[in-house]
């Protein structure tokens, strides 16, 4: 059986949450679990949704490998 390791390079992740607060601690724990695997923040993403009376953040964070 042959095992192989592969260097992951880019990643993306989407969130969404009712409230910002949980939106952020969503990312920033994400943030956290990707920098053991040597992934930093490349950039982020993020929208407002209001629909039937409710709000909606989404947000998209792009991880790079560590140079």
């Known amino acids: 059986m042959n095992f192989q390791l592969d260097l992951i390079k880019d990643k993306v992740e989407f969130f969404e949450a009712a409230s910002l607060q949980e939106l952020e601690k969503k990312i920033n724990t994400q943030i956290e679990n990707?920098?053991?695997?040597?992934?930093?923040?490349?950039?982020?993403?993020h929208q407002t949704l209001v629909a039937e009376g409710r709000i909606l953040y989404s947000a998209v964070v792009h991880f790079s490998a560590e140079a």
């Open 34 to 45: 990707n920098k053991a695997i040597m992934l930093r923040v490349k950039s982020v993403s």
